[in-house]
């Protein structure tokens, strides 16, 4: 398995939590805490942006995505919008999840919390091929439930 490298810079006053960290050995994505200074609720159908008090330094030809955990979704239908998102690898402010709450109940984001999950991929670049046909498969164009 590669490893890589990567800066990261806590944000002032966010000391006391953890970095980003995997909590198996054959994890692909590390867990992210919630950075809020006091305890946040989100009513049901409700969003708010949550820090995590971070911000890391990709090299080029990486990106972080930040994904829901599914066990908050599972068990209180706690999600992420724009999920999942990108992080850039020029990109130095703080990571934020936008944090949404489709169950019941309202949801109370504790300072520390495992809200997301960050999985650092290599990326490449697309040149685009401009052609009139493409190549025929058994699916072709079938899609939409059709497998």
């Known amino acids: 398995m590669e490893t890589i490298k990567v800066q990261i810079q806590r944000i002032a006053g966010n000391e006391d939590l953890p970095l980003p960290e995997y909590m198996t050995r054959a994890a ?4 992210l805490f919630a950075a809020v ?4 609720t989100i009513a049901p159908g409700g969003r708010k942006k949550i820090p995590t008090g971070i911000a890391v330094a990709l090299p080029e030809g990486y990106e ?12 209180q239908g706690i999600t992420l ?7 850039d690898a020029d990109y130095r402010g703080e990571i934020a999840l936008i ?15 495992r809200l ?3 999985v650092v991929q290599r990326i490449c670049r697309v040149q685009w091929e401009e052609t009139t ?5 058994p699916r072709g164009a079938g899609g939409f439930g059709h497998t």
């Open 37 to 40: 200074a006091a305890e946040e």
């Open 81 to 87: 919008l724009n999920a999942p998102g990108t992080i």
């Open 28 to 31: 692909a994505g590390m867990d």
């Open 116 to 118: 997301a999950q960050m």
């Open 64 to 75: 972080a995505q930040i994904r829901p955990r599914s066990g908050l979704a599972l068990h």
């Open 133 to 137: 046909r493409l190549d025929e498969t």
């Open 99 to 113: 944090v949404i709450n489709h169950g019941n109940a309202p949801f109370v984001v504790k300072r520390g919390a």
